[in-house]
């Protein structure tokens, strides 16, 4: 089992930037694929990008491939989401969530953070 918490949200001009972390409990973090996922107000929560175990694999929703950067750091138990050029379309909270298996079906994730508020202003 794991325990996600995120920080680095924030309120933020457009054209501007946020570092998401999320950072989990327990020895088998390192084992996990990890995925950040976002739910606007009124919206689904729809998928935002996620990275194999190994920070080997990464894969992005089309509406921030270019823009947004996902990475980790096993040692320290972290995985991150960098996030330039925002947008306010980009406002909502943002989750990291943890599976054994990569994909980007949230309803597959068995592990979820508290999320995070990501507010980006016109």
């Known amino acids: 089992q794991v325990q996600l918490v995120e920080s680095g949200g924030g309120l933020v001009q457009a054209g501007g930037s946020l570092r998401l972390s999320c950072a989990g409990s327990?020895?088998?973090?390192?084992?996990?694929?990890m995925g950040w996922f976002r739910q606007a107000p009124g919206k689904e929560r729809s998928f935002v990008a996620a990275?194999?175990?190994?920070?080997?694999?990464?894969y992005y929703a089309d509406s921030v491939k270019g823009r947004f950067t996902i990475s980790r750091d096993n040692a320290k138990n972290t995985v991150y989401l960098q996030m330039d050029s925002l947008k306010p379309e980009d406002t909502a909270v943002y989750y990291c969530a943890a599976d054994r298996v990569f994909g980007t079906n949230p309803n597959r994730y068995n592990y979820w953070g508290q999320g995070t508020q990501v507010t980006v202003s016109s």
């Open positions: 327990g020895r088998t973090f390192s084992s996990y694929t």
């Open positions: 990275i194999s175990w190994s920070g080997g694999s990464t």
